[in-house]
Protein backbone atom coordinates (compact mmCIF):
# COMPACT_ATOMS: atom_id res chain seq x y z
CA UNK A 1 0.00 0.00 0.00
CA UNK A 2 1.29 3.37 -1.41
CA UNK A 3 1.70 5.70 2.53
CA UNK A 4 -0.14 8.55 2.88
CA UNK A 5 1.31 11.18 4.36
CA UNK A 6 0.08 14.90 5.36
CA UNK A 7 2.30 17.91 5.11
CA UNK A 8 1.16 21.02 6.02
CA UNK A 9 -2.63 20.38 5.37
CA UNK A 10 -1.82 19.06 1.91
CA UNK A 11 -2.32 15.05 1.57
CA UNK A 12 1.01 13.37 -0.21
CA UNK A 13 0.89 9.40 -1.73
CA UNK A 14 4.52 8.71 -1.24
CA UNK A 15 5.79 5.38 -3.31
CA UNK A 16 8.45 3.56 -2.93
CA UNK A 17 10.58 4.45 -0.08
CA UNK A 18 12.53 1.94 0.42
CA UNK A 19 13.55 1.88 -3.30
CA UNK A 20 17.67 2.44 -3.41
CA UNK A 21 18.09 4.97 -5.95
CA UNK A 22 22.11 5.14 -5.74
CA UNK A 23 23.19 2.01 -5.29
CA UNK A 24 27.35 3.00 -4.83
CA UNK A 25 25.81 4.26 -1.51
CA UNK A 26 22.39 2.60 -0.79
CA UNK A 27 20.66 6.05 -0.47
CA UNK A 28 17.21 5.17 -0.96
CA UNK A 29 13.96 7.03 -1.92
CA UNK A 30 12.84 7.66 1.27
CA UNK A 31 16.34 9.13 2.21
CA UNK A 32 15.96 11.91 -1.20
CA UNK A 33 12.41 12.50 0.33
CA UNK A 34 14.16 13.31 3.84
CA UNK A 35 16.95 15.36 2.29
CA UNK A 36 14.50 17.76 0.38
CA UNK A 37 12.74 18.39 3.74
CA UNK A 38 16.07 19.08 5.65
CA UNK A 39 16.91 21.86 3.26
CA UNK A 40 13.39 23.29 2.33
CA UNK A 41 13.96 26.10 4.11
CA UNK A 42 17.00 27.54 2.04
CA UNK A 43 16.28 25.66 -1.28
CA UNK A 44 12.52 26.52 -2.03
CA UNK A 45 13.35 30.46 -2.39
CA UNK A 46 15.51 28.99 -5.41
CA UNK A 47 12.76 27.64 -6.55
CA UNK A 48 10.28 29.53 -5.61
CA UNK A 49 8.35 32.00 -8.80
CA UNK A 50 10.49 30.04 -11.37
CA UNK A 51 9.08 27.99 -14.01
CA UNK A 52 10.58 24.18 -13.15
CA UNK A 53 11.95 21.82 -15.48
CA UNK A 54 12.77 18.26 -13.81
CA UNK A 55 15.52 15.85 -15.03
CA UNK A 56 13.86 12.56 -14.02
CA UNK A 57 15.55 9.90 -12.81
CA UNK A 58 13.10 7.43 -11.70
CA UNK A 59 15.49 4.23 -11.46
CA UNK A 60 18.40 6.33 -10.03
CA UNK A 61 21.50 7.21 -12.01
CA UNK A 62 21.84 4.17 -13.35
CA UNK A 63 18.36 4.28 -15.48
CA UNK A 64 16.26 6.14 -17.51
CA UNK A 65 16.54 10.16 -17.51
CA UNK A 66 14.40 12.15 -19.09
CA UNK A 67 13.27 16.03 -18.85
CA UNK A 68 10.10 16.82 -18.14
CA UNK A 69 9.26 20.68 -19.17
CA UNK A 70 5.36 20.21 -18.82
CA UNK A 71 2.88 20.19 -15.78
CA UNK A 72 3.17 16.22 -15.19
CA UNK A 73 0.04 14.19 -15.66
CA UNK A 74 -1.86 13.83 -11.68
CA UNK A 75 -0.18 16.97 -10.72
CA UNK A 76 -2.46 17.69 -7.64
CA UNK A 77 -4.40 20.94 -8.39
CA UNK A 78 -2.96 22.96 -5.31
CA UNK A 79 0.45 22.51 -7.14
CA UNK A 80 0.93 26.08 -8.31
CA UNK A 81 1.73 26.27 -12.60
CA UNK A 82 1.99 28.74 -14.59
CA UNK A 83 1.84 29.37 -18.23
CA UNK A 84 5.36 30.68 -19.72
CA UNK A 85 6.33 31.30 -23.13
CA UNK A 86 8.46 29.17 -25.11
CA UNK A 87 9.60 29.41 -28.55
CA UNK A 88 7.34 26.49 -29.55
CA UNK A 89 4.57 28.43 -28.13
CA UNK A 90 3.25 28.77 -24.73
CA UNK A 91 3.58 26.08 -22.56
CA UNK A 92 2.02 25.13 -18.78
CA UNK A 93 4.91 24.35 -16.09
CA UNK A 94 5.55 23.70 -12.54
CA UNK A 95 6.33 26.28 -10.04
CA UNK A 96 7.23 25.28 -6.55
CA UNK A 97 5.97 27.51 -3.95
CA UNK A 98 5.84 26.07 -0.86
CA UNK A 99 6.27 22.33 1.01
CA UNK A 100 4.09 20.26 -0.10
CA UNK A 101 4.95 20.60 -3.59
CA UNK A 102 8.40 20.43 -2.96
CA UNK A 103 7.73 16.73 -1.25
CA UNK A 104 5.41 16.21 -4.07
CA UNK A 105 7.72 17.16 -6.77
CA UNK A 106 10.42 14.88 -5.21
CA UNK A 107 9.00 12.05 -4.95
CA UNK A 108 9.04 12.06 -8.91
CA UNK A 109 12.80 11.67 -8.45
CA UNK A 110 13.99 14.73 -9.79
CA UNK A 111 16.37 17.23 -10.54
CA UNK A 112 15.34 20.67 -9.74
CA UNK A 113 16.27 22.76 -12.86
CA UNK A 114 15.44 26.99 -12.94
CA UNK A 115 15.33 29.48 -15.87
CA UNK A 116 17.37 32.73 -14.34
CA UNK A 117 13.79 34.77 -14.83
CA UNK A 118 10.75 34.55 -12.62
CA UNK A 119 7.60 33.81 -14.23
CA UNK A 120 5.85 37.14 -13.08
CA UNK A 121 8.56 38.84 -15.30
CA UNK A 122 9.98 36.59 -18.14
CA UNK A 123 11.34 38.87 -20.54
CA UNK A 124 13.70 40.18 -17.91
CA UNK A 125 17.04 38.16 -16.05
CA UNK A 126 17.26 38.11 -12.52
CA UNK A 127 20.06 35.99 -12.05
CA UNK A 128 23.67 35.57 -14.66
CA UNK A 129 25.11 31.98 -14.41
CA UNK A 130 28.14 30.52 -15.35
CA UNK A 131 28.58 26.47 -15.55
CA UNK A 132 32.36 25.91 -15.58
CA UNK A 133 32.25 22.35 -17.26
CA UNK A 134 36.46 20.41 -17.52
CA UNK A 135 37.31 18.24 -19.74
CA UNK A 136 39.69 15.59 -18.30
CA UNK A 137 42.34 15.79 -17.31
CA UNK A 138 41.68 19.63 -15.79
CA UNK A 139 38.96 19.01 -12.99
CA UNK A 140 37.22 20.99 -10.02
CA UNK A 141 40.58 22.46 -9.44
CA UNK A 142 40.78 24.11 -12.53
CA UNK A 143 37.43 25.15 -12.36
CA UNK A 144 38.04 26.97 -8.86
CA UNK A 145 41.11 28.83 -11.05
CA UNK A 146 38.82 30.18 -13.00
CA UNK A 147 35.81 30.69 -11.61
CA UNK A 148 38.25 33.05 -9.19
CA UNK A 149 39.19 35.08 -12.50
CA UNK A 150 35.68 35.05 -12.79
CA UNK A 151 34.76 36.56 -9.61
CA UNK A 152 37.14 39.53 -9.93
CA UNK A 153 35.93 40.51 -13.84
CA UNK A 154 32.60 40.53 -12.87
CA UNK A 155 32.84 43.18 -9.48
CA UNK A 156 34.99 45.13 -12.01
CA UNK A 157 31.67 45.79 -13.15
CA UNK A 158 29.65 45.99 -9.82
CA UNK A 159 28.45 42.29 -10.05
CA UNK A 160 29.12 40.24 -7.47
CA UNK A 161 29.10 36.65 -7.50
CA UNK A 162 28.94 33.19 -5.90
CA UNK A 163 29.76 30.16 -6.21
CA UNK A 164 28.53 26.97 -5.88
CA UNK A 165 29.62 23.10 -6.63
CA UNK A 166 27.78 21.73 -9.69
CA UNK A 167 27.26 18.48 -8.16
CA UNK A 168 29.01 16.67 -10.32
CA UNK A 169 32.64 17.25 -11.85
CA UNK A 170 32.62 21.19 -12.64
CA UNK A 171 31.36 24.41 -10.53
CA UNK A 172 28.61 27.00 -10.95
CA UNK A 173 29.06 30.95 -10.42
CA UNK A 174 25.39 33.08 -9.83
CA UNK A 175 24.98 36.48 -9.45
CA UNK A 176 21.95 38.67 -9.06
CA UNK A 177 21.64 41.25 -11.90
CA UNK A 178 18.62 43.61 -12.63
CA UNK A 179 17.52 46.17 -16.11
CA UNK A 180 18.48 43.60 -18.50
CA UNK A 181 16.96 40.93 -21.17
CA UNK A 182 18.13 37.35 -20.81
CA UNK A 183 19.50 38.01 -24.15
CA UNK A 184 21.46 41.26 -23.30
CA UNK A 185 22.85 39.59 -20.08
CA UNK A 186 23.81 36.14 -22.27
CA UNK A 187 26.01 38.36 -24.74
CA UNK A 188 27.99 39.68 -21.72
CA UNK A 189 28.38 36.93 -20.18
CA UNK A 190 29.67 35.36 -23.43
CA UNK A 191 31.62 38.72 -23.54
CA UNK A 192 33.19 37.54 -20.61
CA UNK A 193 33.64 33.97 -21.38
CA UNK A 194 35.78 35.31 -24.45
CA UNK A 195 37.80 37.17 -22.11
CA UNK A 196 38.69 34.58 -19.87
CA UNK A 197 39.75 32.46 -22.90
CA UNK A 198 42.12 35.18 -23.90
CA UNK A 199 43.20 35.62 -20.70
CA UNK A 200 43.77 32.07 -20.10
CA UNK A 201 44.04 30.30 -23.45
CA UNK A 202 45.66 27.18 -22.19
CA UNK A 203 42.97 26.99 -19.46
CA UNK A 204 39.75 27.98 -21.06
CA UNK A 205 37.89 27.59 -23.31
CA UNK A 206 34.42 29.66 -24.76
CA UNK A 207 33.26 26.99 -26.92
CA UNK A 208 31.49 23.92 -26.63
CA UNK A 209 33.60 22.23 -29.48
CA UNK A 210 34.18 18.65 -28.09
CA UNK A 211 37.60 18.24 -29.83
CA UNK A 212 39.14 21.25 -27.93
CA UNK A 213 38.10 20.11 -24.54
CA UNK A 214 40.36 17.25 -22.90
CA UNK A 215 42.52 19.56 -20.10
CA UNK A 216 40.82 23.04 -20.53
CA UNK A 217 37.65 24.37 -18.74
CA UNK A 218 34.27 25.54 -20.94
CA UNK A 219 32.68 28.43 -19.82
CA UNK A 220 29.10 28.09 -20.40
CA UNK A 221 27.95 31.40 -21.13
CA UNK A 222 24.76 29.87 -22.86
CA UNK A 223 22.38 28.87 -19.82
CA UNK A 224 21.53 32.66 -19.62
CA UNK A 225 19.69 31.96 -22.65
CA UNK A 226 15.65 32.58 -21.58
CA UNK A 227 15.12 29.14 -22.74
CA UNK A 228 17.56 27.33 -20.95
CA UNK A 229 18.14 26.49 -17.29
CA UNK A 230 20.43 25.46 -14.74
CA UNK A 231 20.79 23.15 -11.64
CA UNK A 232 19.34 24.96 -8.40
CA UNK A 233 21.46 25.41 -5.63
CA UNK A 234 20.64 22.27 -3.19
CA UNK A 235 19.49 19.98 -5.63
CA UNK A 236 20.11 16.31 -5.37
CA UNK A 237 22.38 15.48 -8.42
CA UNK A 238 21.63 11.68 -10.88
CA UNK A 239 25.31 10.99 -9.99
CA UNK A 240 26.54 7.65 -8.88
CA UNK A 241 27.16 9.22 -5.70
CA UNK A 242 24.15 11.52 -3.85
CA UNK A 243 26.27 15.12 -4.74
CA UNK A 244 24.04 18.29 -4.21
CA UNK A 245 25.05 21.29 -6.46
CA UNK A 246 25.23 23.26 -2.98
CA UNK A 247 26.90 26.80 -2.33
CA UNK A 248 30.81 27.12 -1.57
CA UNK A 249 32.37 30.14 0.44
CA UNK A 250 35.32 31.84 -1.81
CA UNK A 251 37.70 31.18 0.89
CA UNK A 252 36.79 27.64 -0.02
CA UNK A 253 37.45 27.83 -3.11
CA UNK A 254 40.95 29.93 -3.04
CA UNK A 255 41.63 26.63 -0.86
CA UNK A 256 41.35 23.98 -3.78
CA UNK A 257 43.47 26.49 -5.96
CA UNK A 258 46.02 26.36 -3.00
CA UNK A 259 46.11 22.60 -2.03
CA UNK A 260 45.01 21.28 -4.88
CA UNK A 261 42.18 19.21 -2.70
CA UNK A 262 39.23 18.78 -5.29
CA UNK A 263 37.26 16.89 -2.55
CA UNK A 264 36.90 20.19 -0.84
CA UNK A 265 34.27 21.34 -3.16
CA UNK A 266 32.61 17.86 -3.68
CA UNK A 267 29.82 17.81 -1.32
CA UNK A 268 27.31 15.35 -0.09
CA UNK A 269 23.48 15.40 1.16
CA UNK A 270 25.15 14.83 5.12
CA UNK A 271 27.25 17.55 4.50
CA UNK A 272 25.45 20.01 2.90
CA UNK A 273 22.51 19.38 5.73
CA UNK A 274 25.57 20.18 8.38
CA UNK A 275 26.26 23.62 6.42
CA UNK A 276 23.01 24.45 6.11
CA UNK A 277 22.82 24.56 10.06
CA UNK A 278 25.96 26.20 10.31
CA UNK A 279 25.52 28.96 8.20
CA UNK A 280 22.33 28.95 6.28
CA UNK A 281 21.58 30.31 2.84
CA UNK A 282 25.47 31.10 1.42
CA UNK A 283 23.75 32.01 -1.38
CA UNK A 284 21.18 34.35 0.62
CA UNK A 285 22.85 37.81 -0.74
CA UNK A 286 21.26 36.97 -4.69
CA UNK A 287 17.44 37.91 -2.91
CA UNK A 288 19.04 41.21 -1.83
CA UNK A 289 17.68 43.41 -5.28
CA UNK A 290 19.90 46.07 -3.71
CA UNK A 291 22.76 43.84 -4.74
CA UNK A 292 22.09 43.30 -7.73
CA UNK A 293 24.45 43.88 -10.45
CA UNK A 294 23.27 46.43 -13.36
CA UNK A 295 24.51 44.54 -16.69
CA UNK A 296 26.68 46.95 -18.77
Known sequence: ????????GRRLALSNLEKVLYPATGFTKGEVLHYYVSVAEVLLPHLRDR?????????????????????????????????????EGPARMVVVQDLPSLVWAANLVTEFHTPQWVVQDPGHADRLVFDLDPGAPAGVVECCEVALWLRKRLAEDGIEAYAKTSGSKGLHLVAAVRGASSERVTEYAKRLAVEAEREMPRLVLHRMTRSLR???????????????????????????????S??????????????????????GVGEVVERVREWGDLLAPVFDAGRAGEVP
Do not use: C, H
Not at 215 to 240: C, H, I, M, P
Open 1 to 8: MTPITEVE
Open 51 to 87: ALSFLRYPDGPGGQMFFAKNVPPGTPEWVTTAQVPRS
Open 214 to 244: PGKVFVDWSQNAARKTTAAAYTLRAREQPWV
Open 246 to 267: APVRWEEVGEVVESGEAERVVL
